[in-house]
């Protein structure tokens, strides 16, 4: 149980948040993106004008 007191000190944390953070946003923006391409791929494979 000590890795439990070293990940809670403050030092610590002071530095896993703002990775957390970024890393968090990174995959937010990856799976939008990810999604948006999948639905313009459906609307093509239904003969839909993605651009429209």
Known sequence: ME???A??????LAL???ILAIVG???VV??????K????????KHGIDPDN
């Open 3 to 5: 890795w439990i007191k």
């Open 25 to 27: 946003v990174f995959a």
């Open 16 to 18: 896993l948040i703002p």
């Open 7 to 12: 990940i809670f000190n403050p030092a610590t």
């Open 37 to 44: 391409h999948q639905e313009r791929l459906e609307k093509i």
């Open 30 to 35: 990856a799976l939008k993106s990810h999604h």
